[in-house]
């Protein structure tokens, strides 16, 4: 079967560094992407690793290991803004299938 | 750009009726989707369109139709609602870029009572 496990919640504060970590069991594997979704709105992407390492983009990074078959998205300096669900989702083919496997979402909820 | 519309935004149906739910989206993407969202279940695949003419089933296709009307539009149909089918549906699209990025709709919230 094919299968993400991400943790189901995570509590922190504002200020802080929360590391969401997404591991995955595909039958293949072309890169890892992240979704944000706010409470009552749609998923936005967020990010994209298709080679091992660490890729940034302002407060939020992410990191791949292909080798691990792990993931992690890492938020730093959090706002209350950023209390939401985070998706991870696997690119299992090439091509022109664009199809995504999705992990079933972490609650992130941030505390003043 | 408006990016990807659905409507309607909110739907009540009582069971056996039918409706159809409308996506269109103005990116000129290729690849178009329908997804459930249910609490505590992420984000399944209805049915996805890899490019106009063609769909195919995704991870729960039962209970639904789709149509790849043209190249802008995909339509989700229910033939016969159920309480089952009582969820938040949304509709995505993306291209043939290297980050597999897909583009969601706001939603339809639909009721099956």
């Known amino acids: 079967g094919q299968s993400l496990e991400q943790p189901s919640e995570v509590t922190a504060v504002e200020g802080a560094i929360v590391q969401i970590n997404c591991t995955y069991q595909?039958?293949?594997?072309?890169?890892l992407s992240w979704y944000q979704q706010h409470d009552g709105g749609a998923p936005t992407f967020l990010s994209y690793?298709?080679l091992d390492g660490l890729e940034e983009t302002g407060r939020f990074s992410s990191f791949l290991s292909r080798s691990d078959s792990y993931g992690y998205l890492l938020l730093q300096e959090l706002q209350m803004k950023d209390s939401a669900s985070y998706f991870c989702?696997?690119?299992?083919?090439?091509?022109?299938?664009?199809?995504?496997?999705w992990g079933l979402g972490t609650s992130l909820a941030v505390n003043p | 750009n408006a990016g990807v519309t659905q409507t309607p935004k909110f739907q009540v149906l009582k069971t056996g009726q039918s409706m159809t739910l409308q996506c269109a989206q103005d990116?000129?993407?290729?690849?178009m989707y329908w997804y459930r969202q249910d609490p505590g279940m992420g984000l399944r695949l209805i049915y996805y369109?890899?490019?106009?003419?063609?769909?195919d089933k995704g991870e729960v296709p039962n209970g639904y139709n789709v149509s790849r009307l043209n190249k802008r539009e995909f339509s989700l149909r229910l033939e016969s609602a159920a309480p089952s089918q009582t969820s938040v549906y949304f509709c995505?699209?993306?291209?043939?870029?290297?980050?597999?990025?897909?583009?969601f709709g706001p939603g339809t919230r639909l009721t099956v009572t």
């Open positions: 995505a699209s993306s291209e043939m870029v290297e980050t597999y990025e897909q583009y």
């Open positions: 990116m000129n993407h290729n690849s």
């Open positions: 369109s890899a490019s106009e003419g063609t769909t």
């Open positions: 595909t039958s293949g594997f072309y890169g």
């Open positions: 690793n298709a």
């Open positions: 989702a696997v690119s299992p083919h090439a091509g022109n299938n664009r199809k995504l496997i």
